[in-house]
């Protein structure tokens, strides 16, 4: 059984920055395509970012491109979300999500297995 654990997370002042860290453990980490979501209070859950099991394509939502950067250690079973120049609307819960395969998901439904989230606020 798949176990992501979320760390990173915090108070921070808008155009600060924040790396947010993910742990996989119970599976063989370079069979899964991962990705990071986000959901503000009232919110539906979106994609924030995705990355292949080698680390070689990553994708971005629009809102985060040039500011956000994922990447992975399949080494140390982790992935990273590089959060840059941060803004009041990038407040959320940030999930880690992972599903075996070669596909790199934007739908939360496509995902099987999370994380239990980290808080990110950003002040004005």
């Known amino acids: 059984q798949v ?10 002042q808008a155009g600060g920055s924040l790396r947010l860290s993910c ?18 209070p009232g919110a539906e859950r979106e994609f924030v970012a ?25 080494a140390k079973n982790a992935v990273y979300l590089q959060m840059n120049s941060l803004k009041p609307e990038d407040t959320a819960v940030y999930y880690c999500a992972g599903q075996r395969g070669y596909a790199v998901y934007t739908v ?17």
Do not use: C, P
């Not at 292949?52 to 990447?71: L, P």
């Open 108 to 124: 939360a439904g496509l995902y099987r297995d999370w994380g239990q989230g980290t808080q990110v606020t950003v002040s004005s």
């Open 23 to 40: 742990t996989f453990s119970g599976r063989t980490f370079n069979d899964y395509g991962m990705g990071w979501f986000r959901q503000a």
């Open 50 to 74: 995705g990355i292949s099991r080698s680390g070689g394509s990553t994708y971005y939502a629009d809102s985060v491109k040039g500011r956000f950067t994922i990447s992975r250690d399949n």
């Open 3 to 12: 176990q992501l654990v979320e760390s990173g997370g915090g108070l921070v």
